[in-house]
């Protein structure tokens, strides 16, 4: 029934909005003019991700000119509205990952990834422990000392919204090393951009973010890192892993590509096919050496079939850590 009321709210709501492509004459499976959107701030790792696919697009020489635009707010909520208000929309994709799936339980999402055309995951990512230069923290021992004797006292940033990556790898962090997550001070930011500002003003002791997202600022000092949540060290960057510091913590997110629902067939086939592309060519292969992120490609249909495990698998990590989801669940 609930399901029903949510497909009715959208049927009314592109009568009233509209939807761009449509009625244009436009071929099925014509990716010309094709946009990105990102569900997050520039400077994000959803950010960064969208606009060196899109530049390896061009560059391969599988599709021109792709244009590359942000709608941030509510975790990716926002974003994933607008898709759904999109439907039959061939010539759009989201770039998205574990953020907006945890943000369907704090935002009462009226679209869920159920709702969306799966198209590919692309890759995964560690994320890092980072503080500015001049923090107190020399390593990760002194960090944990210190917020095991006050977790308030010592806040930590993240750049997604409760069951996004940011939140979860310092909430699993504390729950290894005794501290109750919902003692936890964790201040939310949108996007990587913000959390970077909040780091460097010291509004936070410290930040959890994906490891490209401050590629940069480590490299220029500016950032220090005290841990990595891989399973193996990472490189270019020196710090241990959470693991060889006695955490024991692996954890990676991971980011993917989704399309408006009610896609024509052909539509469908020509960005998985334009994806696979992406994906097979030595451009994309250059950036996931620079960036340092894992090939995690999974197409079409599987990758459905994994949005709704990592559902299901969210649900149950937040409840076992004591984090109750306000629950989008799997529509």
């Known amino acids: 029934m609930r399901r029903l009321k949510r497909s009715l709210a959208f049927g009314l709501a592109v009568l009233l909005v509209g939807v761009p492509g449509c009625g244009?004459?436009?071929?099925?499976?014509?990716?010309?003019?094709?946009?990105?959107?990102?569900?997050?701030?520039?400077?994000?790792?959803?950010?960064?991700?969208?606009?060196?696919?899109?530049?390896?697009?061009?560059?391969?020489?599988?599709?021109?000119?792709?244009?590359?635009?942000?709608?941030?707010?509510?975790?990716?909520?926002?974003?994933?509205?607008?898709?759904?208000?999109?439907?039959?929309n061939g010539r759009l994709m989201m770039l998205m990952g574990l953020g907006v799936v945890g943000s369907q339980y704090t935002e009462s999402a009226r679209v869920t990834l159920q709702d969306t055309t799966p198209i590919a995951r692309l890759i995964e990512e560690p994320a890092i422990v980072v503080v500015t230069r001049e923090s107190p923290y020399r390593d990760l021992g002194e960090l944990i000392a210190a917020w095991r004797a006050d977790p308030a006292a010592v806040p930590v940033g993240g750049g997604s919204s409760a069951g996004g990556p940011d939140h979860?790898?310092?909430?699993?962090?504390?729950?290894?090393?005794?501290?109750?997550?919902?003692?936890?001070?964790?201040?939310?930011?949108?996007?990587?951009?913000?959390?970077?500002?909040?780091?460097?003003?010291?509004?936070?002791?410290?930040?959890?973010?994906?490891?490209?997202?401050?590629?940069?600022?480590?490299?220029?000092?500016?950032?220090?890192v005290l841990a990595v949540t891989s399973e193996h060290r990472i490189p270019g960057i020196l710090t241990p892993t959470l693991r060889e510091q006695g955490v024991d913590v692996v954890f990676s997110n991971w980011r993917g590509i989704v399309a408006p629902p009610g896609l024509a067939r052909?539509?469908?086939?020509?960005?998985?096919?334009?994806?696979?592309?992406?994906?097979?060519?030595?451009?994309?292969?250059?950036?996931?050496?620079?960036?340092?992120?894992?090939?995690?490609?999974?197409?079409?249909?599987?990758?459905?079939?994994?949005?709704?495990?990592?559902?299901?698998?969210?649900?149950?990590?937040?409840?076992?850590?004591?984090?109750t989801g306000t629950g989008a669940g799997t529509g």
């Open 24 to 88: 244009t004459g436009r071929p099925a499976g014509d990716l010309s003019e094709l946009r990105v959107l990102v569900p997050n701030a520039p400077g994000s790792g959803y950010d960064v991700t969208a606009r060196i696919a899109a530049k390896a697009l061009e560059d391969a020489g599988v599709i021109r000119g792709v244009e590359v635009f942000n709608l941030p707010g509510g975790g990716g909520v926002v974003g994933l509205q607008r898709l759904g208000y999109e439907r039959g």
């Open 168 to 224: 979860l790898a310092p909430m699993l962090v504390a729950d290894a090393v005794g501290i109750p997550p919902r003692k936890v001070s964790y201040r939310q930011y949108d996007g990587g951009g913000d959390l970077l500002a909040a780091i460097l003003h010291h509004q936070v002791a410290f930040g959890v973010s994906g490891q490209s997202e401050y590629a940069d600022q480590i490299a220029s000092g500016q950032l220090r």
């Open 266 to 323: 052909r539509d469908v086939q020509a960005m998985r096919d334009a994806i696979a592309r992406l994906h097979d060519s030595a451009q994309w292969r250059t950036a996931l050496t620079r960036y340092g992120w894992t090939d995690a490609y999974l197409d079409g249909d599987a990758f459905g079939d994994f949005l709704r495990t990592e559902n299901d698998r969210l649900d149950h990590l937040l409840g076992g850590l004591g984090l």
